[in-house]
Structure formats: C-alpha cells, structure tokens
C-alpha cells in the first residue's frame, strides 16, 4: 500500500471489504475484525501518505453500503448492483 502510495498512486481500490477477514464457521461476511483491520489500513496510510484514499465496493443495494463500510475505513464507496 505504502509503496503504491509513493509511486504516486492516489486512490487504492479495495474489493469484497467486507469478505477480508475469514472465520471458521461462520459466514466470513462484515466481520468485526474486518472493519478493524480496515481502519487500521486506513490509520497507517493517513499518517504515512495522507494523500492516499481507500474506495472500496459493495455488491449491496446504495442503501446499504453504509452498513459494511464506514467512512473511517474507506473515504469512497460505490456499489456494484
């Protein structure tokens, strides 16, 4: 990320956010522990490369986007349906 970040890219694009944690036995979907390491992601990169935003997907109707991902975790979002 960092690295990207000083090649001068200024938007990283992250797919299924709300798939990046997997657990065993559950349905691995908007896991707490993925908003956490999203906001740690986006915590690093503002203080490393504040130029950098994170916008991210979900394949949810727009009303509900919000609901998977936080503005603390990705400053853009769009959905895909």
Known sequence: MLF?????????????VAFIWK???TGSENLPKAHLLSR???TVAQIAAPALLFKSEAIVHPDDVVRYICPDECQLSYNRC
Do not use: F, I, K, P
């Open 4 to 16: 990207l970040a000083n090649l001068g890219v200024e938007v990283l694009r992250l797919d299924a």
């Open 23 to 25: 657990e065993l036995g």
């Open 40 to 42: 740690h992601s986006n």
